[in-house]
């Protein structure tokens, strides 16, 4: 149980969590993370597509993507690991395998998947940080793009080995590009649930900053109605 504790205790340790992060953004707000080199030509019909991208928490992951233009629905679920029936209490143990994912699916005519990355590179997560996101610990909260197909595949990495090779960050991208295999919805209490505690001491530090850096920073790909299904 990483997120859902006593009140008070988050409160107590707030502010120098909310100096963390609020120092995390500044610092990673005044890097300029270009558009993906290789990527797929905007389709020349609507249609749907899928990308499965983790980060930590899923709360923020979500959160972020339901406010991209060009996405139709992003979903909080579990990936990357080999139990038949994962839940939230299984994954939070650390010994499943899955990572805390969304699944996202995207209008190819309005959004590219390089696009998706940038996104999921420049606001929704820190990509250089080895299983762990903040206050999350785990090989559960790992950085993971969940690749789809071919090209998929061929676009993240390509895109890693870009940001890596101009230095936007100051530590190399620890961001694993694995085949996408299973994807479990998580339970109904965690779907749009940035958007439904929007006063959470863990979301007011963690998760609302990702939002507002998306809309700040990448105004072009920002959608202030939330895609939800």
């Not at 995390?24 to 990527?39: F, G, L, Y």
């Not at 991209?68 to 579990?78: E, F, H, K, L, M």
């Not at 991208?173 to 959470?200: C, L, R, S």
Request: hydrophobic share 40%; net charge negative.
């Amino acid at each position: 149980m990483h997120r859902i504790m006593n009140p008070v205790a988050i409160l107590a340790g707030a502010s120098l969590l909310m100096l963390s992060a609020s120092s995390c953004r500044a610092a990673s707000a005044a890097v300029t993370i270009p558009d993906p080199v290789v990527d797929a030509p905007l389709a020349p019909v609507p249609g749907q597509r899928v990308a499965v991208f983790a980060g930590g928490c899923f709360w923020g992951i979500q959160a972020v993507f339901e406010h991209v233009n060009g996405v139709i629905r992003a979903t909080s679920g579990y990936s990357g690991g080999s139990a038949a029936n994962p839940d939230y209490e299984l994954v939070s143990s650390g010994i499943t395998g899955y990572a805390e994912s969304v699944k996202i699916v995207f209008d190819p005519s309005k959004i590219t998947y390089g696009q998706l990355l940038k996104v999921f590179f420049a606001v929704a997560h820190d990509p250089t940080e080895l299983d762990r996101q903040g206050p999350d610990v785990g090989t559960q909260y790992r950085s993971a793009v969940f690749t789809t197909n071919a090209d998929q595949q061929r676009i993240a990495s390509a895109y890693i080995a870009q940001l890596d090779k101009a230095g936007v960050f100051p530590r190399p991208i620890v961001t694993q590009v694995v085949p996408f295999q299973t994807f479990h919805d998580a339970e109904d209490y965690h779907q749009d649930y940035a958007a439904k505690h929007p006063d959470n001491a863990y979301i007011v530090i963690n998760d609302a900053p990702k939002v507002a850096n998306l809309k700040r920073e990448l105004p072009g790909l920002y959608s202030a109605t939330p895609a939800r299904p």
